[in-house]
């Protein structure tokens, strides 16, 4: 039985799925089954150690938060905290992508 906080990162995976290329969405799929637990969790504290090294030419910060994802369908105290997180962030991300292409529409 999924959990509360579960459910909603399963929700954040599916809405990240729905926005990215097919094939990195089927790689997701692939990492998000039960069975890959041996893939993802080293996949994850890589992609966070990546993040965190991100002032190097090829890492970038994108890797912390996909990381931390991953990280939290194993992890149960990350959920919550990267839920939170995740939330907050898309709503701000909605908000100023709308001022600034109200603003762009006020422009011309």
């Given amino acids: 039985m999924a959990t509360k906080g579960r459910a909603r990162l399963d929700r954040q995976f599916n809405r990240l ?4 290329p097919d094939f990195a969405a089927r790689l997701l ?3 998000r ?5 041996w893939i993802r969790i080293p996949l994850g504290l890589l992609l966070v150690l990546g993040g965190i090294f991100s002032f190097l030419p090829v890492l970038g910060i994108w890797m ?3 990381g931390l ?3 939290a369908l194993d992890l149960v105290f990350l959920q919550g905290p990267v839920n ?3 939330v907050r962030g898309s709503r ?3 908000t100023w992508s709308r001022a600034r292409r109200d603003k762009k529409a006020r422009d011309n």
């Fill in 17 to 20: 799925q729905r926005r990215i």
């Fill in 29 to 31: 799929e692939r990492i």
């Fill in 33 to 37: 089954r039960p069975e890959a637990r």
């Fill in 64 to 66: 912390l938060p996909l």
């Fill in 69 to 71: 994802l991953l990280l």
């Fill in 84 to 86: 939170s997180t995740v």
């Fill in 92 to 94: 701000k991300w909605s």
